[in-house]
């Protein structure tokens, strides 16, 4: 069915190192969890972040019948608009070897968004990278299922039935820092489902990198990868190219000093091919660039 090769054959490490401290070296510690979700009704992201001894929270919510982004970023507080039922390294393990398991809940509550949805997670595939001299853990899962509520502006609730992403990561990345990424769901022409994880800049070497494309649930690691500098297209080193059409977009620019942040993140539709020649029908996703000095 394709060229690409099933996630067993490389040496995964699945749960993240345990208890690490905020700093190795001048290097602070860089730990987020990062949940997006995707129906024909709706678009939503998620994430908690620690850099260091900062932390900071995002949502936004994308209701895909009138095109309107809601979205907010916020430093933590004692309670954060942004909770998970199950932190990263803390939830259900499965006997066989401390993978992640179970559902996670994940509840955002804040300027007029009350979103609650069970993450019926899985193993996911879980790599371990060098990057600028020290190493970073990640975890991905893609393509499980999401079912809660939403509700805006004191209306009723609507049920949400979606899949989703979710990226683990906790390491101490290089001082500057610069990627691509893109992570979705969708389904082949004979409907089979399909989800991806695509990157360059982090944790992309040739193999044993977090790239990978999940059909019918089975992951499998994906070539190399680039990017349109426009992020409309994704191009595999095989020859599969997606195109991407943004709906909404998020863009944040930070400078703190010892700290900024630059990116851009748009939801939309792909077409084309997945890596390994895999024709995607239908698909929905994010693509990000993202430029740290951290």
């Not at 054959?9 to 345990?18: E, I, K, L, M, T």
């Not at 609650?116 to 853990?137: F, S, T």
Request: aromatic share 8%; net charge positive.
């Amino acid at each position: 069915m394709s060229s690409i090769t099933p996630v067993e054959a490389w040496g995964v490490r699945d749960a993240p190192p345990s208890r690490l401290p905020p700093f190795h070296g001048t290097r602070p510690l860089k730990r987020w969890r990062y949940v997006a979700v995707f129906s024909e009704e709706l678009m939503v992201c998620a994430a908690r972040v620690q850099v260091g001894f900062f932390r900071q929270s995002f949502w936004a919510v994308l209701c895909r019948a009138d095109g309107r982004l809601r979205e907010r970023t916020r430093s933590l507080v004692r309670r954060g608009a942004v909770r998970f039922g199950t932190p990263v390294g803390d939830g259900p393990r499965d006997r066989a070897g401390g993978r992640h398991s179970g559902s996670c809940r994940l509840r955002v509550r804040d300027r007029g968004v009350l979103l609650d949805l069970a993450l019926e997670e899985a193993p996911g595939i879980a790599v371990v990278c060098p990057h600028g001299g020290d190493q970073v853990w990640t975890r991905k899962q893609a393509g499980i299922p999401a079912h809660g509520t939403l509700a805006l502006s004191g209306g009723a609730p609507r049920q949400i039935e979606a899949l989703a992403v979710i990226d683990d990561t906790a390491g101490y990345h290089a001082r500057h820092t610069e990627w691509w990424w893109s992570a979705g769901v969708g389904e082949g022409p004979d409907g089979c489902a399909l989800a991806w994880n695509l990157v360059a800049g982090v944790n992309d070497p040739p193999s044993g990198s977090e790239r990978a494309v999940w059909i019918g649930g089975e992951a499998h690691e994906a070539p190399p990868v680039s990017f349109a500098s426009d992020l409309s297209r994704v191009r595999s080193q095989d020859g599969s190219e997606l195109s991407f059409t943004p709906e909404a977009e998020r863009r944040r620019s930070e400078n703190l000093l010892i700290m900024s942040s630059d990116y851009r993140a748009p939801f939309g539709r792909f077409a084309g091919t997945l890596p390994g020649g895999i024709a995607l029908a239908r698909g929905l996703g994010v693509v990000e660039h993202h430029r740290a000095r951290w």
